[in-house]
């Protein structure tokens, strides 16, 4: 069974940057999806990158501010995240899936593997 651990997270200000990892206990051919959930919200889709690294998928509310690359060597998936704003403050999650792709792996309902979370609080 694949575990995904978390890290990075912290306190950062307006503007600032932070970049998270995850950590996979193995190799997998699975495309990594990174979540987030905000007190009093739902969870909701970050950004995914294919098992090979070369396709990927975003959130309209973080293109361009956000980025998912992938080292296959460490089996660590990374989201850099610039120009933070507060609303991007959230428990932010790392999940895969055998059968999801990128795009797919943003609307299923269930996931078969997740982390434990990080939280990521943005604020002046």
């Known amino acids: 069974q694949l575990q995904l651990v978390e890290s990075g997270g912290g306190l950062v200000q307006p503007g600032g940057s932070l970049r998270l990892s995850c950590a996979a206990s193995?190799?997998?051919?699975?495309?990594i999806g990174w979540f987030r959930q905000a007190p009093g919200k739902e969870r909701e889709f970050v950004a995914a990158?294919?098992?090979?690294?070369?396709?990927?998928n975003y959130a309209d509310s973080v293109k361009g501010r956000f980025t998912i690359s992938r080292d296959n060597a460490k089996n660590t998936v990374y989201l850099q995240m610039n120009s933070l704003k507060p609303e991007d403050t959230a428990v932010y999650y790392c999940?895969?899936?055998?059968?999801?792709?990128?795009?797919?792996?943003?609307?299923?309902?269930?996931?078969?593997?997740w982390g434990q979370g990080t939280q990521v609080t943005v604020s002046s």
């Open positions: 999940a895969a899936d055998e059968d999801a792709g990128i795009f797919t792996i943003a609307t299923r309902n269930r996931l078969d593997y």
């Open positions: 193995a190799f997998s051919y699975y495309a």
């Open positions: 990158i294919s098992w090979r690294g070369l396709k990927f």
